[in-house]
DNA sequence: CTTGACTGCTAAATCCATTTAGCGACGCTC
DNA sequence: GAGCGTCGCTAAATGGATTTAGCAGTCAAG
């Protein structure tokens, strides 16, 4: 097989060292080659052309540690933060956060600090196996958020060896910035019994982040302080539209009535605009709806969407500086910082 | 001022050398100490505490690079990847880059061979100015994507060092991927002459992409070979929805009728639909609306938006492999994939 | 007084790539 | 045949941190 003389992905890893014994010249020859360097450094073209071939044979990667460590200039501190989150959030938290870094990071970049900013992924649930996140070789800071419970576990066993802000969750040893964890749910009750709701629904994903969690225990919980009923629990396949739309429909379809909704996310509440506006229903005439976060779009549903915002701009503003302060070592640190979300009053949550 | 007693950040960096130096022991006692591991190699408290204290004093950040390169494991080939996008652009198309490669980095992983994948953002127009983008040893490869004329101008004459995917541009010497160049807007100008509109409108921000003038262009072209007038041009603020609806409103009330709208994004239609119903018309008897990009929440606007969707899930399946194939070296590439968008029709542009 | 254990530290090798200085061979000139 | 230039390559230093092997010195046990 053709595919098999270059499928060496599987095979240890070689070097420049290694490229130059199997060509027979020195680890010069072969860096100044595979770097372009080789006009001015007088290599004849054919022992270019050699350990061009060995290179690709061998499969050769360059190593950058390697390299920058040797074109770094010395006198410069360089730091390396990252913004840590799962691949199944959504982005526009994690766009925010890494916008307010980059000014943060912009103002404190001098003649002699650097600051590279980067956003890495790791699958929900999976945080344990983002490679390098044990290591004290990658990252001089992170901020990370999105984790699930288990991540969480893992992150409330492990030591991290470099400064850590955890965003939206409670993780013992940690520094941490988070809403009120009952206010969401607190305030989207309040929001509906106010419109003289009675039977109230939550619509939310199936896997329950600890987050999520927090804001359906509270929501039930004032509920039922303030007399109400125990809201019905609509579990939905995923966090998109069509999710929160087939939910309901089919709630709907079979029991009957809700004059209230409850959805943990604006997506899965304009989900649930279209299969009330299918059932014939009006908002909020007859259905009252709340979701969460106040999507960019949420103003443009019809009826505009009431929403408990995430108290996302509290939290990041929060959040960067916290990460600079454990940067510079500071010792005296608050380890936990809680936000109060605001309330995004709109007509769907207006009953005349 | 106690401030200034730690603030070094414009002072050159230290090594541990130097911090060894300070203190009168050697450099292996410093990295012991700063690596907490002190006990096992039997540091004396005082020692400790004594470079702590000069790493802190003398703002010692410790050099990545230098790290990895000692912890490596020797047989692993890494590879460094990365995905460059302004911080002004829309977040779903690199979410859905980052999906995609991440799928193929999972796929290609063994044992001797890793990713890692990050996110790195830059000023949009000023990809000139991201630091180490024309240093060798960064990443092994990038897919970039959401430029400005001017940063394409600068990757025109730049010769970057390493594999790139260019993602919706056509920059001359690099690997692109892009949508048709007058797909767009043509599909959606017949959309709208399809239903009769005799007077339409388009709605954009004010800085144009490449990739938005190519639509405005050829939705204008498409207009005037089919035999309508030249489109009046509403010229937005920002591309938040709210900017499309002051746009728009801010035309009806001087101006007076359109009877189509092409707005080059879906949050700007989002944006319009508010403005058409508080001047009191209808979508689509009035005004036919047409957005791009196929958003999530446009299925659940009032009534659902139709939309030529860029063709982001073709593009980046498209993308993705090729820069695995420029990784491996692959001489014989195409220097240009051109997809063709779809069309999303929906009630905005369905005239009973 | 010898042996062994322990304490507290250091010297030197190592990770990988790059670059500078320079070596040997050859051909040419005078 | 001495001097010079060119060609094609190599040896060795370098960048920063970590780790292994081991060196002095002290103390206690035998």
Redesign the pocket.
């Known amino acids: 097989m053709l595919r098999s003389a270059r499928d060496v992905s599987s095979k240890p890893?070689?070097?420049?060292?290694e490229i130059?014994k199997h060509v027979?010249?020195?680890?010069?020859?072969?860096?100044?080659a595979?770097?372009n360097?080789h006009v001015e450094?007088?290599?004849?073209a054919?022992?270019?052309r050699r350990i061009r071939v060995a290179a690709r044979e061998l499969g050769?990667?360059?190593?950058m540690?390697?390299?920058r460590?040797?074109?770094?200039r010395?006198a410069t501190r360089q730091f390396d933060l990252a913004i840590l989150t799962s691949f199944e959030a959504p982005l526009p938290l994690v766009a925010q956060v890494l916008r307010a870094l980059q000014r943060a990071v912009d103002a404190a970049t001098t003649e002699h600090t650097r600051y590279d900013v980067a956003i890495e992924m790791f699958h929900a649930g999976r945080l344990r196996e983002k490679p390098g996140l044990l290591n004290?070789?990658r990252y001089h800071g992170v901020i990370l958020t999105n984790t699930l419970p288990v991540d969480d576990e893992f992150l409330a066993d492990a030591r991290l060896p470099y400064p850590v802000v955890i965003l939206g969750r409670r993780i013992p040893r940690y520094c941490c910035v988070l809403e009120s964890p009952d206010a969401v749910g607190r305030r989207a009750a309040e929001l509906l019994l106010e419109q003289g709701c009675r039977k109230v629904a939550v619509l939310h994903g199936r896997q329950l982040t600890y987050t999520t969690s927090d804001r359906l225990g509270s929501f039930t919980r004032a509920l039922r302080e303030r007399g109400g009923a125990d809201p019905i629990d609509l579990s939905c396949d995923g966090l998109h539209p069509r999710d929160g739309a087939a939910a309901l429909a089919d709630y709907l379809a079979k029991h009957g009535e809700i004059d209230g909704l409850f959805a943990v996310n604006d997506s899965l509440a304009a989900g649930a605009y279209d299969a009330i506006r299918a059932a014939g229903r009006k908002i909020p005439d007859d259905i009252v709806v709340v979701g969460i976060g106040d999507y960019e779009l949420a103003e443009y549903l019809d009826p505009p969407l009431s929403t408990v915002a995430g108290a996302n701009d509290a939290m990041v503003a929060e959040a960067v500086p916290m990460l600079f302060r454990l940067l510079r070592g500071d010792a005296d640190l608050p380890r936990e910082v809680v936000v109060v979300p605001p309330v995004i009053r709109r007509r769907s949550t207006e009953r005349r």
């Open positions: 890893a070689v070097t420049i060292y130059a027979g010249v020195s680890p010069a020859a072969v860096s100044s595979l770097a360097r450094r007088r290599l004849s054919d022992t270019v050769y990667v360059p190593n540690a390697g390299r460590l040797r074109s770094h010395s004290a070789d």
